[in-house]
């Protein structure tokens, strides 16, 4: 089994910062891609911010100079770095990671249980 954890979500004022983390641990073989994705309530899940094995890095466009994701792939990590945070920004963060569990087996998308950021004075 595979499972990803998230941390570091919390309340937040108004141009604050926080950094979120996730730490995949299980039957890994190989991560491909790995990512954040948000849900504002009454929203749909929408992608904030992805990395893939090779390096190469895409930010939905809110988010462009105030958001960075990095991975530690030795460690199985990634993070998101959140600065200039704006009460647009408030919802449920999930982590998502493409891996692979055996050498031959298929990739299959896992999700985190999220972790809610909140912007507010």
């Known amino acids: 089994q595979v499972q990803l954890v998230e941390s570091g979500g919390g309340l937040v004022q108004p141009g604050g910062s926080l950094r979120l983390s996730c730490a995949a641990s299980g039957s890994i073989f190989s991560i491909n891609a790995m990512g954040w994705y948000r849900q504002a309530s009454g929203k749909q899940r929408e992608l904030v911010a992805t990395?893939?094995?090779?390096?190469?890095?895409n930010y939905v466009d809110s988010v462009k100079g105030r958001f960075t994701i990095s991975r530690d792939s030795a460690k199985e990590l990634v993070h998101l770095q959140m600065n200039s945070l704006e009460p647009e920004d408030t919802a449920v963060y999930y982590c998502?990671?493409?891996?692979?569990?055996?050498?031959?087996?298929?990739?299959?998308?896992?999700w985190g249980k999220g972790t809610l950021v909140t912007v507010s004075s």
């Open positions: 998502n990671a493409g891996i692979r569990s055996s050498r031959f087996g298929a990739v299959r998308s896992y």
């Open positions: 990395v893939t094995s090779a390096g190469s890095i």
